[in-house]
């Protein structure tokens, strides 16, 4: 009954910016955990950011410094501010909540219970 719908994605050139939306709904729980995926193709797919419910940050090595994970919590809303892309950020981006106010692992899938379908980001020169 979860549910989760990211938007914002699209073509943008390289060097460019762009803002990912996730919006979830379905559940009642105030304490949660949310992250951003990735998958490229011919690539696994990989924790991109993470936000626990205490508004602590994790990011994968190759978006730190670019990438900018942040949430609306009286909305239910995730926000993924990517800035600086290069043709590497092209991907499927997906979010994702656990309902637990923190992970050990806060970029692994399994932590993970909801998804949501998708965005497709594509970075060019």
């Known amino acids: 009954q979860v549910k989760l719908v990211e938007s914002g994605g699209g073509s943008v050139q390289t060097g460019g910016s762009r803002k990912l939306s996730c919006v979830g709904s379905g559940y009642r729980y105030t304490d949660h955990c949310w992250a951003w995926f990735r998958q490229a193709p011919g690539k696994e797919r990989e924790g991109v950011a993470s936000i626990d419910s205490d508004g602590r940050t994790t990011y994968a090595d190759s978006v730190k410094g670019r990438f900018t994970i942040s949430k609306d919590n009286a909305n239910d809303i995730l926000y993924l501010q990517m800035n600086s892309l290069n043709s590497e950020d092209t991907a499927m981006y997906y979010c994702?909540?656990?309902?637990?106010?923190?992970?050990?692992?806060?970029?692994?899938?399994?932590?993970?219970?909801?998804w949501g379908q998708g965005t497709q980001v594509t970075v060019s020169s």
């Open positions: 994702a909540a656990a309902f637990r106010e923190r992970l050990v692992s806060p970029l692994a899938q399994y932590g993970y219970i909801a």
